[in-house]
Nanobody
Framework: QVQLVESGGGLVQAGGSLRLSCAAS????????MGWFRQAPGKEREFVAA????????YYADSVKGRFTISRDNAKNTVYLQMNSLRPEDTAVYYC????????????????WGQGTQVTVSS
């Protein structure tokens, strides 16, 4: 079993930056694909970014490409999401997830989920 805990969310002005962290416990996630998803009020959960187990491959939603960077530190069992140039439309609850599938961006293929952290971007 894997437990995921997100942190680093908060309130930021448009154009600002935040760094989300996702700490895993219970089992190493070194061989899992790790992903970030988000859900805004009244909207479905959507893919944001994913990183392969080695960190060698990364994937981004078009809406965040060039602004967000996903990374991981397997020694610390932690995944990060650096978010720059934030926009009001980035406001959502951000979820960390772990998948045994290789490099998937599909929410249904993720096995473990965190509780989420709120990110609010004011205009």
């Amino acid at each position: 079993q894997v437990q995921l805990v997100e942190s680093g969310g908060g309130l930021v002005q448009a154009g600002g930056s935040l760094r989300l962290s996702c700490a895993a416990s219970g089992r190493t996630v070194s061989y899992y694909t790790m992903g970030w998803f988000r859900q805004a009020p009244g909207k479905e959960r959507e893919f944001v970014a994913a990183i392969s187990w080695s960190g060698g491959s990364t994937y981004y939603a078009d809406s965040v490409k060039g602004r967000f960077t996903i990374s991981r530190d397997n020694a610390k069992n932690t995944v990060y999401l650096q978010m720059n140039s934030l926009r009001p439309e980035d406001t959502a609850v951000y979820y960390c997830a772990a998948s045994k599938y290789s490099s998937t961006v599909i929410a249904g293929e993720y096995d473990y989920w965190g509780q989420g952290t709120q990110v609010t971007v004011s205009s």
